[in-house]
């Protein structure tokens, strides 16, 4: 099957540094979402970008789509412990498929 | 304003046995999708319902089906249980006609045994 595939698996970073995350995509897409997870607030829906969008923003949140390399990254900014949680991009074209997600840990 | 409700939290089945899922969207949303998270394979979309009708549907067995009533309300359904759908089973809702925007549910945990 294919799958988003988020980049890196696990990521620590110290608190009020900057997270990246990627998502690769296999198949032509018309919207590509992020969600977090952790556990106190369950799974939540973070971020839309269209296919003819290349970067869109959401306050600590930018997301930039890249369709010629069918890649998305999510950048956080001054990262808070509260970011501690799991990220996944979802593609969204005929077949929803979510990636495996990345684990964002953010260190005091 | 309440949120996805989903019941029940919790389920223990044996194998060979058939579960419903329950899924109460929230008021005015009318598109419900479903997903099942394991370790192993991660979050992976079941389908989705707009009005009554099946938009979209993942790449499950056709042991696992749905339907949405017309209260928006949905319902998940897996017969002949296996120990592999022992998963989180998650719904979400949307006031709009699916794609984006969505709202999550706590989900259920369904063990089989």
């Known amino acids: 099957s294919q799958q988003g595939e988020e980049d890196p698996q696990a990521l620590s970073i110290q608190e009020g540094e900057n997270a990246t995350m990627n998502c690769s995509y296999k198949t032509s897409i018309n919207n590509l979402q992020w969600y977090r997870q952790n556990s106190g607030r369950g799974l939540v829906h973070l971020i839309l970008?269209?296919?003819?969008?290349r970067e869109k923003h959401s306050g600590r949140l930018r997301v930039t789509l890249d369709t010629s390399k069918k890649s998305s990254s999510l950048l956080i900014t001054a990262s808070r412990a509260a970011d501690t949680a799991s990220y996944f991009c979802?593609?969204?074209?005929?077949?929803?498929?979510f990636g495996k997600g990345t684990r964002l840990h953010i260190l005091p | 304003k309440a949120g996805v409700t989903q019941t029940p939290r919790y389920l223990i089945k044996t194998r060979g046995q058939q579960v419903t899922l329950s899924c109460s969207p929230i008021?005015?949303?009318?598109?419900v999708s479903w997903y099942q998270q394991t370790p192993g394979q991660g979050l992976q979309f079941l389908f989705e319902y707009f009005s009554e009708t099946q938009r979209n549907k993942g790449n499950f067995p056709g042991r696992f089906s749905g339907r949405q009533f017309s209260n928006s309300r949905s319902e998940m359904n897996v017969s002949t249980l296996e120990l592999g759908d022992s998963a989180l089973y998650l719904c979400?809702?949307?006031?709009?006609?699916?794609?984006?925007?969505?709202?999550f549910g706590s989900g259920t945990r369904l063990t089989v045994v």
């Open positions: 979802e593609d969204r074209d005929d077949k929803i498929i």
């Open positions: 970008i269209r296919s003819n969008e």
């Open positions: 008021s005015g949303h009318r598109s």
């Open positions: 979400a809702s949307s006031s709009f006609e699916g794609n984006y925007g969505y709202t």
